[in-house]
């Protein structure tokens, strides 16, 4: 067995592969599982980076399509192997399993293309995944659900087996008819035709041999049955042997078939099962990372001195086994390079160094680590650890001489790329000579390795940090009133061993105790006092911190509140202003219509003018009431005429009395009530009306007929030509009726509709509406030079 590198050395000390069997736990094939458990960090900056963007794009992909899943991925690469040996045949189980490998293919190839557009790395995948229909479709006929050569992989191949049932069939009812006969005293009780040796055999007592005869194949446990071919199954034994065998012929030419059939697509299939292998460990990493809820981290460049940060970060092992487990931050800028790390036994410190050596080597693997928004990390070209009592008893080697072993590795062989965990550095030997050993050994590698993060219980290697910028004190927070780690990491504060405040808790004499206070170094006891302050200090600072958190959240919540109030009030607004356009379109659509309907009675009130007053001219008469309400009309569908509220009390009105009509401004007599409908004379004009639309009013003075009219409108503009083209047979009328309203309003003597030609769907639109109104005395479909059956010109009528 090769020795074990340095780097390897210290990923089995910080626990690496439990990490990746955590997340090869989640991938759905053994073959995805071992590419999980072969990951090893990349080493540099691109390929890690990239790792962790391919992480990163499967996650979003999931998230997308929570209920995906990888289809199987079976295990054939003995059979890919065999295909590339010529005159090599695959037997069943091999085909099936290259049958699933293109089956999966084709599947995960169409899922991902789908959906794939934004998720690069993952679309890249599918780029090496086969669709090959044709070659699926025949593994498919040749082989059934159990993996084996179907009766349909040949003609020939159903004709035997068929033939093979029949005899088989045949034999088995003689064979029962000839075993019913046999004498009471040879037959066995319950006893069925068997197989032995590959042949049919009737099973007798042993007594009764002679009597059958044949050939015997074997016999019971006890010896007291024998299984016998009896003569007159030989000859139909052979025949199905003789089937057996050209069915084993034919079978062997299938599986030769379909083996060269794959032959040449070695390489295809290959890229596909390690397309497929890729995208199941890529699955089993994205799940981890969505079950963890952690953030991919930013990488920077190899050994990067300027970049250390760490936001809400966990030891993933113990994420996994305890809900409660603690985040830590640590924020390092130039030119820190060493952190230590003192505190009590038991209060985390060694989980705490493994936790940061995890983080990066998972970044690094393309596993996102359980850490926060905004962690940021360098990129460790190579790995060292001391961690835990390495001591061997086969090379000599003590605790202290393992670890100084080590240590020489680490000083020898570590860069500015160099990540170096220790811990107890200095230990385990004589502690002042240790203390002065450790020291020299950590400013070393502040100026060595890209970053060390080390930790002692050596009180004289605490005051180092104020002796060189480039190290850092660290301690885990530990509650000196119960004696407890809170597991929190303090920067910046060393960590005091409480082992005398422990001792009396575990039940040590006062006096030995106090005796043991004595014997403390002055300086010791200045540290621990100042430490000690520190800690009251910042209990209190952390009531403070908390006191402003509950106010944060609370001012978050009244935010939270503001807004949702505003969005409501603009919500309000959006409604009411809909609403006023609802209503204010209704008003119109009604007034349009009763406009219309006075339209039709301008008309027959012209017609009884004219029979009344014979040969008078009515044309004034007849001429502004046309006009009045063709105004009112086209005001109404441009828009510029005031919506008016429309009443909603009915009102009760009898004929003769005098009303207003909301919707319109206009007042007049009631002529004649006809259901819920009042006919009203509004100064000449007879217009039909719904009675709740009606308010009562008082007789107004009667109106000069010949004036400018009651109505006050401008005047619309008229063209004599109107383009219909590209229009849909349901928009003709919008545009034409205002345009033959503007006509008659101007007078003009004729119109132009141009409608084109194409099917005639818009000159049949056009022809009916001309026939309906009776303003028009006549309309034609243009001459040669007018434009032909694409043009209709109507002639107006002369006011």
Request: with cysteine.
């Amino acid at each position: 067995m090769s020795p074990e590198s340095p780097h390897d050395h210290a990923l089995r000390l910080i626990e690496f592969p439990r990490i990746l069997e955590l997340v090869a736990r989640l991938a759905t094939s053994p073959l995805g599982a071992e590419r999980v458990r072969a990951l090893r960090p990349h080493l540099e900056r691109e390929g890690a980076t990239r790792a962790l963007a391919a992480t990163d794009d499967m996650v979003t992909f999931l998230l997308r399509t929570p209920a995906w899943a990888p289809p199987p991925v079976p295990d054939v690469r003995a059979a890919l192997k065999r295909l590339e040996t010529d005159g090599s045949v695959l037997d069943e189980e091999a085909l099936a399993g290259i049958a699933t490998l293109l089956r999966s293919s084709r599947r995960a190839r169409g899922e991902i293309r789908r959906r794939s557009e934004a998720f690069g790395h993952v679309g890249e995948l599918a780029d090496g995944l086969v669709k090959m229909t044709d070659v699926e479709e025949r593994l498919d006929r040749s082989l059934d659900g159990a993996g084996e050569v179907a009766d349909g992989a040949s003609a020939a191949l159903a004709r035997l087996r068929r033939r093979m049932r029949s005899e088989r069939s045949t034999l088995v009812a003689r064979l029962e008819r000839f075993a019913g006969a046999l004498p009471e005293r040879f037959r066995v009780a319950d006893a069925s035709i068997t197989i032995r040796s590959g042949r049919y055999c009737v099973p007798i007592r042993r007594e009764g041999r002679s009597h059958v005869g044949g050939l015997v194949h074997d016999e019971s446990a006890s010896s007291r049955t024998l299984f016998i071919e009896p003569p007159l199954a030989i000859e139909p034994m052979n025949r199905v042997r003789e089937l057996e065998l050209s069915e084993r012929r034919e079978v062997r030419r299938i599986l030769s078939e379909l083996t060269e059939l794959l032959r040449p697509l070695v390489d295809g299939l290959r890229g596909c099962l390690e397309a497929l292998t890729e995208i199941d460990a890529l699955f089993a990493r994205a799940t981890y990372a969505l079950a963890h809820g952690g953030t991919r981290p930013e990488l920077g460049a190899d050994g990067d001195r300027g970049i250390y940060r760490i936001r809400g970060g966990y030891h993933p092992i113990l994420l996994a086994v305890d809900e409660r487990a603690v985040p830590f931050d640590l924020e390092l800028a130039r030119p820190e390079t060493v952190v230590l790390v003192s505190g009590p036994n038991a209060g985390g410190k060694t989980v705490l160094i493994k936790a940061i050596g995890l983080v990066s080597a998972m970044a690094q693997s393309g596993i996102v680590p359980p850490v926060g928004e905004g962690t940021a990390l360098p990129t460790f070209r190579s790995f060292f650890a001391i961690i835990g009592d390495e001591q061997s008893i086969d090379a000599s080697l003590s605790t202290f001489s393992a670890q100084i072993a080590n240590l020489r590795e680490i000083v020898e062989r570590s860069d500015r790329s160099s990540l170096v965990l220790i811990d107890e550095i200095g230990g385990n030997t004589d502690p002042a000579e240790g203390s002065a050993l450790a020291a020299a050994t950590l400013l070393r590698l502040a100026g060595q390795a890209a970053l060390s993060v080390v930790t002692t219980h050596l009180g004289d290697l605490k005051t180092l940090a104020g002796e060189d910028e480039r190290v850092v004190n660290a301690s885990l927070q530990f509650d000196p009133g119960t004696l407890r780690p809170t597991y929190r990491l303090v920067r910046d504060r060393p960590g005091r061993s409480y082992a005398l405040e422990i001792s009396e808790r575990l039940g040590l004499p006062a006096d030995l105790l106090a005796a043991a206070r004595g014997r403390l170094s002055t300086g010791t006891r200045a540290l621990e006092a100042v430490l000690s302050e520190l800690e009251v200090r910042e209990e209190e600072l952390g009531r403070v911190r908390a006191r402003l958190e509950v106010d944060r959240r609370e001012l978050e919540r009244e935010r939270e509140g503001l807004e949702k109030a505003m969005a409501e009030a603009e919500r309000r607004e959006t409604e009411l202003a809909r609403r006023e356009r609802t209503l204010e379109r209704d008003a119109r659509r009604r007034a349009e219509r009763y406009l219309l309907d006075a339209r039709r009675d301008v008309e027959g009130a012209i017609e009884r003018l004219e029979a009344r007053y014979g040969q008078e001219d009515p044309a004034t008469i007849a001429k502004e009431a046309r006009s009045a309400v063709e105004r009112s009309l086209q005001e109404l569908r441009s828009g510029t005429a005031e919506a008016r509220p429309v009443s909603k009390g009915a009102t009760e009105v009898g004929a003769g009395d005098f009303v207003r009509v909301a919707s319109l401004g206009r007042g007049g007599r009631v002529l004649e009530l006809r259901g819920g409908r009042a006919i009203i004379d509004a100064g000449g004009v007879r217009l039909t009306v719904p009675v709740e639309e009606l308010e009562a009013d008082e007789e107004p003075s009667r109106p000069r007929m010949r004036g400018r009219g009651t109505l006050r409108t401008p005047l619309l503009e008229a063209r004599s030509e109107v383009d219909l083209r590209g229009l849909r047979a349901d928009e003709v009328e919008a545009l034409l009726v205002p345009a033959i309203d503007a006509a008659i309003q101007a007078d003009l003597p004729s119109l132009r509709i141009i409608h084109g030609k194409g099917t005639g769907a818009l000159r049949e639109v056009v022809r009916e509406l001309l026939a309906g109104d009776r303003r028009i005395p006549s309309f034609r479909l243009g001459s040669h030079e007018e434009g032909g059956s694409g043009v209709t010109v109507v002639e107006l009528v002369k006011w």
